[in-house]
């Protein structure tokens, strides 16, 4: 979640390090992938004429793709245990045991099941797309709904972005010169919005896929925590509503999956359940129940949000609009008792999707921190900036040596592999036997596996104490312990005292008083940028939530056990310090900052 960029710090990946068996496929200086999977390759059904443009892509022999994958290896070790005493509706295993041999039946559903899926150039809707892929490759048609001006410039998002992206290196391994015909005869690019009422939809495509499809995924989202008001609720919101109102016209449809985030939950405290909202919920309204002080808050009018997200743009300069938008979507968010426009937003997605279902089997993702994938379809694979990632890579090059946060407080991490295989359970779970309700999904760490701040900085420092960054010269970037401030007094003092030694002004001072002030005015931005920053994090890094996950234990719990070996989303069996330290920050280095200033080995 959250999509903040710091784009005036230059930040750099490295080579992996070891990476015990809890995550395996790496190991020093060199890469092992396992292509993961089973079964064959079938021959698709014919493609209608959605993208014939398409279809003529595909080569002659798309018939004669075998494939012989190896088994999938990962090796969770799930507790069976439930963590709180919350009754999950109709959740329970097949046969009146938790320990099933059948389990689930994920492969058994999945096979021949048509998908619709928004968002799909997004982190984590391409690891759902490849886990799909290669788990389960008789699957039916993958609709994406992909926003571009054309067909053609659709297909072209499609190849750049998705076929060739190297997240499918294992897919690519498996099909050889048959795999861009593979996955052009499953993955059909459809144009088109969420946030067009129709989806944007043209031609025969909004018949066909209403006709065909089995399962809706909505993983569109727009998740900078700061966004215009109007932008992160047209997406965010409205979207939603628009993907359902789509989803009544679809005759088959078993279920209807909203990727959402555990921190729609808002500013609650202690244990968050997995409960549903409901139109009209308001967080500030909970939050006064505890408040000696009355106080009155308004009531919570989704409607009248939509409305007033495109009426305050009326009368506004077009120079002032952006701001206008930023600072209306955080003072709405945090009146109803939500920390930043992204969550608010999301949360209002849910209550229209809630609001609005009717006979529809709906499932409601919420992952926490999504990040790196701790094991497939290999260990750290990760694309763009996440939340604390600009946090962590500018630690790393000597930019940023403290940050605010509560020093015993908790980040809420899971690695993406382990959303997309819950997310798979769900859906099979609540496809089977469809059944017109609702069903949460915390998928966090939390309650059950905590990654403590104060220990994630150690783990920060250790990893670049062995593997750090080169400066311009090929120099190694030797980095302090990471310092945690609770006050954004202390940590603003720290930051002024930080800059000025690193841009040596007080020396500079003795020189010309235009060049001084040209050293300070660069300070200035520095200091401003990152307290900004803290400013937007804050509710993240002093959150008093934690995030019950007994729904997703309970999921766990009726898999067979080679069901929990190729989809396994054990949360508690997650080693932070390999994770952090083995599998992330180097996957980081190596995905997102392409290998610049990377040591050609660790200091021992």
Known sequence: MGALFLNSFPVAPSKVATVSNKCNSWRKN???????????????????????????????????????????????????????????????????????????????FLRGKDFFITGSTGFLAKVLIEKILRTVPDVGKIFLLIKAKSKEAAIERLKSEIINAELF????????????????????????????????LDGDSPDVIAKEVDIIVNSAANTTFDERYDVAIDINTRGACHLMGFAKKCKKLKLFLQVSTAYANGQRQGRIMEKPFDIGDCIAMENLISETTPRSIPELVVENELVLAQSSKEGCHESEVAQKMKELGLERARKYGWQDTYVFTKAMGEMMINNMRGEIPVVVIRPSVIESTCKEPFPGWMEGNRMMDPIVLCYGKGQLTGFLVDPNGVLDVVPADMVVNATLAAIARHGMTPKPDINIYHIASSVVNPLVFQDLAKLIHEHYNSSPFLDSKGSPIHVPSMMLFNSM??????????????????????WSGKLSQKLETICRKSVEQAKYLANIYEPYTFYGGRFDNSNTEKLLEIMSEEEKRNFGFDVESIDWKDYIKNVHIPGLRRHVMKGRGMCSSPIS
């Open 30 to 108: 060199r890469i092992f992938v396992h292509c993961q999977g089973s079964g064959n390759a079938m021959k698709t059904r014919g493609v209608s004429s959605v993208l014939r443009e398409r279809q003529k892509m595909v080569n002659a022999d798309r018939g004669a793709a075998i494939m012989d994958a190896g088994s999938l290896i990962v090796s969770p070790n799930p507790n069976g245990n439930s963590q709180a005493d919350i009754a999950v509706k109709d959740l329970v295993p097949y046969g009146g045991s938790t320990t099933s041999l059948v389990g689930i039946g994920i492969v058994k």
């Open 169 to 200: 290196k294992c897919l690519q391994q498996t099909y050889g010169n048959s795999y861009q015909s593979f996955m052009l005869s499953k993955l059909i690019p459809v144009v088109g919005n969420v946030c067009e009422s129709d989806l944007g």
């Open 489 to 510: 007094e202390d940590f603003s003092a720290h930051l002024w005292r930080d800059a000025f030694q690193r841009t040596r002004l007080t020396a500079m001072a003795t």
